[in-house]
């Protein structure tokens, strides 16, 4: 059977205009235009904001439908990645969504490169819309593992040459002198310079830079003291010198004769805030206007616009540096817009005409979000000033858009508001038991609705509690469930700080959100497009997983009509569902969920049940990685900016190693760099080069054993066995295995004949499995035949196929010690940075939730952080601390 999901809102009104259409009319189709284009927005809970390789990153997934803030049953699945700082995909995630609720976890193995990474969260149908309102958090991840070095790097000119000054040195500041440190200009996968160079003795460096290469990120390559190779990566810069400062004019123009708006956002060369005094001159250099910038580089001045008159500004800055701005010159005909947003009650908005366009004609005042009107009224245009208010209470929180509109329904002017309805807090306390605690000690934390006839009874929530002691991060101004879901969701551009503006929510900054959502773009509906049909979605909201692929004859392009393909389940090979394929050979079986690594077997026959056909599964496609928003937080020398979180994590390690809760891929890694290798076929595959791995096993070493999977069972150093499939000690991962360049199914080992192989090679350390991107995840295993000819061919008969789609990814649970007597679960020494993890609080009809823990070893002040939204969309944070000592 075939089955198609198609999840789009297709509408025409015949002989539709808006010089005919009544209020009601038009009302109607911006409900179905919201509808069609129905708004997901997804929240990343995570216990904390920045991490170390060998940690683990726990998150509590948030899905939430429309500006209302619902949360959602559109849909099923949700995706969570992390992106490294050259942009590929190291870990994804599928998990799936109940009633917009979900949960996991992303392991950072040591074989990952210290820098800034991306987490991004998004769902299929959110891929329809732009990618810039995925969810997305920039996680600086440092590496004292595998890497155990710091660089430290510094832009630098000296007689018009530019370049990289580069430090190396050890954790314990040691210079690594003498190093060679091979380099690589790298744009998008393209390398577009090369070279290597040698540390001095204090373990300085420098790489040259030109036109082509300065703006290019940078790949470094080098052996560490124990000779593991060790990868780093320099974000570039931005070569201009100077501070610079932007306009914005309320509503977008300036209008003579009336008292108009402008709002200013000062920068550093690097994109991020440069707080300065801003002076607002006319021609004749006479002070119309003055503000100092908050700390976040944005202000305003009101000011009327004299006809005929220029303006310029003049910006100041905190290192006494100056640049200029001409302000847009103002328009002979035209409207402008002035908004009061910061009375308690009521949103106030003064609509200006130019004397030309006082033409009686009616004029709408519309608040919405994307076509969802919550407020509308209507004046004629009889005066030069119309004034319209609307009261808040009637208005969801976040940003919302005021649209003037003609008799046409036509936009003359726009602007966005921020609005918080105190009605869409979430009202739950949060408290603890004891406000001094001492180290292993129990802690209980209550969690109760501070309305107990409120519909805050059924909210789903979750708790963080680390030791702020060892947290290097500004926690009051990383992104929350506020900033995320009422700003970050809908507007463009970067935001930075955005727990700046929500550090205390009984006082919203209203003020410096005005003065933001001024100098940012918005998500919004183009009122000029109304009349035309939606089109079809590219990407369908997805009810569970699917499997989709083309039926082709045997060794050509034509497709198989009508093919009948089945899906078997390898775990039961009763277990099958079947469809047809269409008159194109293409074929789907969609709202499947199966866990992740689960072997299916895909088999095809045509019309007349022959079966000399290839089946071809279709590969999974992800949204681009190579711009975010978020860019301008990335970092260099993540080690060195968090050398005292590396060294917290190694001592803590080493408990956990002892107690076998990681495993001690180091040592295991030492150990092999200094072997000697044998030597591998000259016909391999290996993309790093014949025998440049972590082991070679070549065919004598194979001559003694009946099958391959036996022999390299025993031989192979951190890699096991599971039903025949090889996994990474390193985390447990499943390895790739590459015959002769292609890569095949780990369990087809037992297939290929052990004479065929003239050599194996195991890839697991950064430096050899970094080449092969996302497939080297997990390590891999390189097998070279003795002819190195195609040998999967031999084991693929026709008309099936083995595939191993991504499946569901089970959460796993937060480790929590018990320091109660008899209790097995303890560290004897606790050194946790990550105190506890809580993502599954459910306040029922009671009101009243609890959870404990233990503190660890350490005296500091604990946080605790609560998060969460209920049914009615209500959403909320609280944090409260207490000392241990």
């Not at 099923?76 to 976890?105: R, T, W």
């Not at 004019?249 to 000062?266: C, I, Q, R």
Request: charged share 25%.
């Amino acid at each position: 059977m075939q089955r198609f999901l198609i999840l789009f809102l297709f509408f025409v009104v015949p002989g539709f205009s808006f010089s005919q259409s009544s209020v009601d009319e038009t009302m109607k189709i911006l409900d179905e235009k919201s509808t069609a284009n129905t708004q997901e927005k997804i929240y990343l809970h995570t216990d904390k904001a920045s991490y170390t390789t060998g940690e683990t990153i726990w998150f509590k997934l948030y899905s939430t439908i429309g500006a209302e803030n619902f949360l959602s049953n559109f849909s099923k699945i949700a995706y969570v990645q992390l992106i490294d700082p050259y942009k590929n995909i190291v870990k994804e995630v599928k998990i799936p969504v109940l009633s917009g609720i979900s949960m996991g976890d992303v392991l950072l193995t040591d074989t990952l490169t210290e820098g800034s990474y991306h987490l991004r969260a998004y769902t299929n149908w959110m891929r329809n819309f732009d990618e810039a309102y995925f969810f997305d958090r920039v996680i600086n991840i440092s590496n004292g593992r595998s890497d155990n070095t710091v660089m430290s790097s510094t832009l630098n000119q000296e007689n018009n040459q530019s370049f990289y000054t580069i430090s190396l040195k050890t954790l314990a500041g040691n210079p690594l002198s003498k190093t060679s440190v091979q380099y690589i200009f790298n744009d998008k996968g393209k390398t577009i310079d090369k070279g290597k160079e040698t540390t001095d003795e204090n373990g300085v460096l420098r790489i040259k830079l030109s036109e082509k290469t300065k703006n290019i990120p940078i790949q470094l390559s080098y052996e560490n003291q124990t000779k593991n190779t060790v990868k780093k990566t320099i974000v570039p810069k931005n070569f201009e010198s100077k501070n610079s400062v932007q306009v914005f004019p309320e509503g977008g123009s300036l209008l003579p004769d009336f008292l108009n708006k402008v709002a200013f956002k000062s920068l550093r060369p690097d994109g991020l805030a440069a707080p300065a005094s801003i002076y607002l001159f006319n021609r004749n250099q006479d002070t119309v206007g003055h503000v100092k910038t908050n700390e976040l580089g944005m202000g305003s001045i009101s000011f009327i616009v004299e006809k005929g008159q220029s303006y310029s500004a003049k910006a100041i800055f905190d290192d006494q540096s100056t640049t200029s701005i001409d302000l847009p010159a103002s328009a002979t005909s035209g409207y402008s817009i002035m908004v009061n947003n910061f009375n308690d009650q009521k949103i106030y908005a003064q609509v200006n005409l130019s004397e030309d366009l006082i033409q009686n004609k009616p004029i709408y005042f519309i608040v919405q979000s994307l076509g969802k009107v919550f407020y509308i009224s209507k004046q004629n245009s009889s005066k030069s000033e119309l004034v319209f208010s609307a009261s808040k209470a009637e208005f969801p929180s976040g940003i919302l858009t005021i649209s003037i509109l003609n008799e046409q329904f036509k936009p003359l002017i726009e602007r966005a508001v921020f609005n918080f309805n105190r009605n869409g807090d979430l009202p739950v306390a949060l408290s603890v038991d004891n406000q001094t605690a001492k180290p292993k000690s129990k802690v209980t934390t209550t969690i109760h609705a501070e309305n107990t006839s409120d519909s805050v009874f059924y909210t789903f929530l979750s708790a963080s509690v680390v030791n702020m002691k060892k947290i290097s991060d500004d926690l009051n101004a990383q992104p929350n469930i506020y900033s995320d879901l009422l700003l970050n969701a809908d507007l463009k551009g970067h935001i930075e700080s955005p727990g700046h503006y929500f550090e205390n929510i009984e006082q919203i900054k209203l003020q410096e959100l005005d003065d933001l959502v001024l100098t940012q773009g918005w998500r919004k509906i183009n009122f000029n497009e109304l009349a035309t049909a939606d089109s079809a979605k590219a990407f369908v909201r997805e009810e569970g997983l699917s499997i989709m692929g083309y039926a082709r004859k045997l060794g050509r392009k034509a497709p198989v009509p009508k093919a009948n393909v089945k899906l078997i389940s390898t775990v039961n090979v009763m277990d099958y569902i079947d469809t047809l394929a269409n008159d194109e050979g293409y074929f789907v079986f969609d709202n499947l969920l199966f866990p992740d690594s689960v072997k299916f077997i895909l088999t095809a026959e045509d019309e007349k049940g022959k079966k000399n056909i290839d089946i071809f599964a279709e590969k999974e496609t992800y949204p681009s990685t190579l711009k975010n928003k978020n860019s301008l937080l990335e970092k260099n020398d993540v080690n060195e900016a968090y050398l005292a979180d590396i060294n917290a994590s190694k001592e803590f390690f080493a408990v956990l190693e002892n107690k076998g809760l990681l495993p001690k891929s180091i040592e295991i890694e030492e150990v092999l760099v200094r072997r000697e290798r044998p030597k591998a076929s000259p016909n391999s595959a290996n993309l790093n080069g014949p025998g440049r791995a972590d082991q070679v096993i070549t065919a004598e070493d194979l001559e003694t054993c009946a099958t391959l999977e036996m022999c390299l069972a025993g031989r192979l150093t951190g890699v096991v066995f599971q039903g025949g499939i090889p996994f990474s000690t390193r985390g447990m991962t499943q390895m790739q295995v590459v015959l002769d360049g292609m890569y095949i199914e780990g369990d087809q080992l037992s297939m290929v004949n052990i004479n065929d192989i003239q050599s194996v090679e195991v890839l697991r350390s950064p430096g050899y499995t970094a080449i092969y991107g996302s497939y080297g995840g997990g390590g891999l295993l390189v097998l070279t035949s003795k002819t190195g000819a195609d040998a999967i061919r031999n084991y693929t008969p026709k008309g099936i196929l083995t595939i191993t789609p991504q499946g569901i990814t089970p959460a796993k649970e937060f480790y929590k010690p018990v320091y109660e007597v008899g209790s097995d679960k303890t560290y004897a020494t606790d050194l946790r940075t990550t105190i506890h993890w809580e993502p599954n609080i459910v306040m029922d009809k009671s009101g009243k939730v609890e959870f404990d823990f233990y503190t660890s070893d350490e005296a500091g002040t604990y946080r605790v952080t609560l998060e969460g939204i209920d049914l009615n969309g209500k959403i909320g944070r609280k944090i409260v601390e207490f000392e241990v000592k």
